[in-house]
């Protein structure tokens, strides 16, 4: 069975860094994309990033570029989402989700339980 | 990047009702089309891909149509399970982009 396996919520104070993580199973790691979602309080769906756990390779929204790093250890079968320096706008729930094969319509077709991260002083 | 508006932004209806969400691409988009439910306080999952691909254990009075910039989600006979929010979401280019959300709720 496919899972995804998200770290538990975090309350921060703004400024300070965080990393949450998504641990897969179930399924051939390396060979699908996995890739972050943000939903903040009563909004929709904002996709922020996606990395391939094969090589490595990664793509942002630019609306996010520069303000979180994705990241994999592939020897963990885990994915990572970083802040250097949170705000509290950066308050929301993380889903992390995987991405199907070009054959299957390339969707979100698992997604993650979500991590809230509430950044408050 | 490619918007996607969904339209109603709400819907009130009754079990057994059918209803129709539509979602319209600020550019075409081929079939690369997807449709979420999000049930309160859960996770989203997966309907429908490829604007019409039924997922795996989805119920069949779930549909979805379209191509190019104009596509629509259809559920024949709403079941109390259905009260939900939708989301349509594109993969055709990145960034990746969901529409806003339709809220489903029983009139």
């Known amino acids: 069975e496919v899972q995804l396996v998200q770290s538990g919520g975090e309350v921060k104070k703004p400024g300070q860094s965080l990393r949450i993580s998504c641990k897969g199973s179930g399924y051939t790691f390396a060979s699908n994309w996995i890739g972050w979602v943000r939903q903040k309080p009563g909004s929709g769906l904002e996709w922020m990033a996606i990395i391939y756990p094969g090589d490595s390779d990664r793509t942002y929204n630019p609306s996010f570029q520069g303000l979180v790093t994705i990241s994999v250890d592939k020897s963990l079968s885990t994915v990572y989402l970083q802040w250097r320096s949170l705000k509290a706008s950066d308050t929301a729930i993380y889903y992390c989700?995987?991405?199907?094969?070009?054959?299957?319509?390339?969707?979100?077709?698992?997604w993650g339980q979500g991590t809230l991260v509430t950044v408050s002083s | 990047d490619i918007q996607l508006t969904q339209s109603p932004s709400s819907v009130s209806a009754s079990v057994g009702d059918r209803v129709t969400i539509t979602c319209r691409a600020s550019?075409?988009?081929?079939?690369?089309l997807a449709w979420y439910q999000q049930r309160p306080g859960q996770a989203p999952k997966l309907l429908i891909s490829a604007t019409s691909t039924l997922q795996s254990g989805v119920p069949s009075r779930f549909s979805g149509g379209g191509s190019g910039t104009d596509f629509s989600l259809t559920i024949s006979s709403l079941q109390p399970e259905d009260f939900a929010t939708y989301y349509c979401q594109q993969v055709s280019s990145f960034p990746y982009t969901f529409g806003q959300g339709t809220k489903l709720d029983i009139k």
């Open positions: 989700v995987r991405q199907g094969h070009h054959t299957s319509g390339s969707s979100f077709d698992y």
């Open positions: 550019q075409g988009i081929r079939i690369s």
